[in-house]
């Protein structure tokens, strides 16, 4: 998701948002959709038994961004890793997503 805080309302004062409009709330845009990501590469990719339509698609539980790339193609850009764990589940793999991503100033 994309996500300007640019003209987002003060909301520190308030105790809750529960009961109020959605236009207090930022708008997102969706930059990159795990989904649609292609299975494969270099070696196998392990896919759980359950993940049959999504292989690689799984509940994102942690994410960092990185210092920015100093050379290179994605000069400038910053490295965003993504992780989901097994949960010790033997249906579940953990995977480590890293992304390139250029932050709007």
């Known amino acids: 998701m994309q996500?300007?805080?640019?003209h987002a309302q003060n909301?520190?004062?308030?105790?809750s948002l529960w009961h109020q409009p959605p236009k207090i709330f930022a708008a997102d845009e969706l930059v990159v959709d795990l989904?649609?990501?292609p299975v494969g590469g270099r070696g196998q990719v392990a896919v759980p038994a359950s993940a049959a339509q999504y292989p690689l698609l799984?509940?994102?539980?942690g994410m960092a961004l990185g210092t920015p790339w100093t050379s290179g193609r994605y000069k400038g850009w910053h490295p965003l890793y993504l992780v989901s764990d097994d949960n010790d589940s033997d249906d579940q793999i953990t995977r480590l997503y890293s992304l390139a991503v250029k932050l709007r100033p």
């Not at 909301?11 to 105790?15: E, G, K």
């Not at 799984?58 to 539980?61: F, G, L």
């Open 3 to 6: 996500l300007s805080l640019a």
């Open 11 to 15: 909301v520190t004062a308030l105790t």
């Open 35 to 37: 989904a649609t990501c």
């Open 58 to 61: 799984d509940n994102v539980e």
